[in-house]
T-cell receptor
């Protein structure tokens, strides 16, 4: 029979371009947010985090932006490379010690 | 530094059999989490421990699932009896709960297939 699964949003970018992956979170009381990268056959890998008292945080080639007013989180990847191809998840800490994960966005980088 | 170590990486077994998944958290981490990932439901938290004590097991699907953490460096997730709908990738993650807001670090998972 036909299998039904999550249809991940997909973002396709050209190598060298900048990528922006968006995430809407659910709980206005969440105070800590994380971006993970998951490659095929591997576990989610921590990329960058941000606390709710910040609007922006930068890492190496990555920037996370937090807009608490509209409960929106974004991950910007500069000069996207083929090795950046993966599924990216945002996660929020709901203050109960648990992370709530989004459904993920699949990033495909074209050489 | 060694990350979270899970074993086995792959497990194929027949329904009705007992399955035991193992996890060694990162040394010094005092919180441990078990997740299940499927195409249908994404990444789901099953249970988590702080200082070897189960804190929240509300995500454990049924009594067939049980988890233990006998010491700070080892945890098991057991399914008995296993069913085909248990087929998924099971991840273990650990973090340090001693400070405010620490990221969880994941192992590479166990891909479980129940025939």
């Amino acid at each position: 029979g036909e299998s039904v699964g999550l249809h991940l949003p997909t973002l396709s970018v050209q190598e060298g371009d900048n990528s922006i992956i968006n995430c809407a979170y659910s709980n206005s009381a969440s105070d800590y947010f994380i971006w993970y990268k998951q490659e095929s056959g591997k576990g989610p890998q921590f990329i960058i985090d941000i606390r709710s008292n910040m609007d922006k945080r930068q890492g190496q080639r990555v920037t996370v932006l937090l807009n608490k007013t509209v409960k929106h989180l974004s991950l910007q990847i500069a000069a996207t490379q083929p090795g950046d191809s993966a599924v990216y998840f945002c996660a929020e800490n709901n203050q109960g010690g648990k992370l709530i994960f989004g459904q993920g966005t699949e990033l495909s980088v074209k050489p | 530094d060694a990350g979270v170590i899970q074993s086995p990486r792959h497990e194929v077994t027949e329904m009705g059999q007992e399955v035991t998944l193992r996890c060694k958290p990162i040394s010094g981490h005092n919180s441990l989490f078990w997740y299940r990932q499927t195409m249908m439901r994404g990444l789901e938290l099953l249970i988590y421990f702080n200082n070897n004590v189960p804190i929240d097991d509300s995500g454990m699907p049924e009594d067939r699932f049980s988890a233990k953490m006998p010491n700070a460096s080892f945890s098991t997730l057991k399914i008995q009896p296993s069913e085909p709908r248990d087929s998924a990738v099971y991840f273990c993650a650990s973090s340090w709960a001693g400070g405010a807001d620490q990221p969880q670090h994941f192992g590479d998972g166990t891909r479980l297939s129940i025939l």
